[in-house]
């Protein structure tokens, strides 16, 4: 089966991940697997459900409508049933992205909903909703010189009292409105979905494995063109926003890790500067967000 690296996972999958860059394993073993099948039945003592999942102390299931059921547990393969009409391609788009979180979660990673960029040898970080315009800066970074180090999830990790993100070469993922605006749509690749106007986007994928975390930027739109901010963050706010920015911060609460991410929090405070970013989604006044964020490196 194919190898795949994300968030400083290996990853072995019988369906293929779009995206995601393959690496060969060698001898050692993968650190989560993906496979076609039958998903376990749910059992009918259950911990928590929502809407679309349930989740019984050890796994999550996760259904998708017309793509299927998603088994994810704590420890073992990760088991995907697919709808009757469904295809590997249609479950792809999940595994990458809210199947990957919940499984990081459940062994215990920090996961922020991010793009990171490597500025000076140090990951710097954009947080935000789906919609925020990470990938966008991130890419128009890119067209500065900057390498892109992941986008949209960031798993992070705590080594020797210093935190860092992992790196893992994955295609940007833009909107077609964000190809025109940047001017690259020579390098746009496959649809993510032919649902979407969502395309991957080639980058290159030359990075180190894992980075000190420098700053992170926490991103707003404002409605106004002359409201470029950068606020430095309090540490008791800069918790409420790594709270917030957790890569389905449900999870957070359901699996008891509260604790970790003040951890997290405290850490990234002590060691890195965090700000709240406010500007208008203007691609007219992308170049200026950039200049102005330059400005602010350089100080």
């Known amino acids: 089966m194919p190898i795949f690296e994300s968030a400083g996972l290996s990853i072995e999958s019988e369906i293929d991940l779009p995206g995601l860059h393959k690496k060969p394993l060698g001898k050692r073993q993968a650190d989560l697997e993906i496979k076609l099948g039958i998903a376990p039945n749910v059992p009918k003592s259950l911990n928590s459900t929502g809407a679309g999942w349930e989740y019984d102390g050890e796994s999550v299931w996760v259904r998708v409508e017309n793509v299927g059921v998603f088994h994810v547990p704590q420890h073992g393969p990760i088991i995907v049933e697919l709808s009757p009409l469904a295809t590997p391609a249609d479950a792809a788009l999940y595994l990458v992205g809210t199947i990957l979180g919940i499984a990081l979660h459940l062994r215990n990673k920090i996961v922020v909903h991010a793009s990171a960029v490597l500025v000076a040898d140090q990951a710097v970080l954009f947080c935000g909703a789906s919609g925020a315009g990470k990938s966008t800066i991130a890419s128009a970074l890119e067209g500065r010189g900057y390498t892109v180090l992941s986008d949209d999830l960031c798993a992070l990790d705590v080594s020797d009292s210093e935190v860092f993100t992992y790196s893992d070469g994955r295609l940007l993922k833009l909107w077609q409105s964000s190809l025109d605006g940047l001017k690259i749509d020579h390098?746009?690749?496959?649809?993510?979905?032919?649902?979407?106007?969502?395309?991957?986007?080639?980058?290159?994928?030359?990075?180190?494995?894992?980075?000190?975390?420098?700053?992170?930027?926490?991103?707003?739109?404002?409605?106004?063109?002359?409201?470029?901010?950068?606020?430095?963050?309090?540490?008791?706010?800069?918790?409420?926003?790594?709270?917030?920015?957790?890569?389905?911060?449900g999870l957070i609460k359901l699996l008891r890790q509260e604790a970790l991410y003040l951890q997290i929090s405290a850490s990234l405070s002590s060691q890195s500067e965090l700000y709240k970013l406010s500007r208008i989604k203007d691609f007219s006044q992308l170049a200026t967000v950039l200049d102005r964020l330059e400005e602010h490196w350089s100080m």
């Open 187 to 249: 390098r746009k690749e496959n649809a993510v979905s032919n649902r979407l106007e969502k395309f991957y986007v080639s980058h290159d994928t030359k990075c180190p494995d894992r980075v000190p975390i420098s700053r992170i930027y926490f991103l707003y739109e404002s409605n106004s063109p002359d409201a470029f901010e950068i606020v430095n963050l309090r540490t008791a706010d800069a918790a409420a926003h790594i709270f917030a920015n957790a890569y389905r911060p």
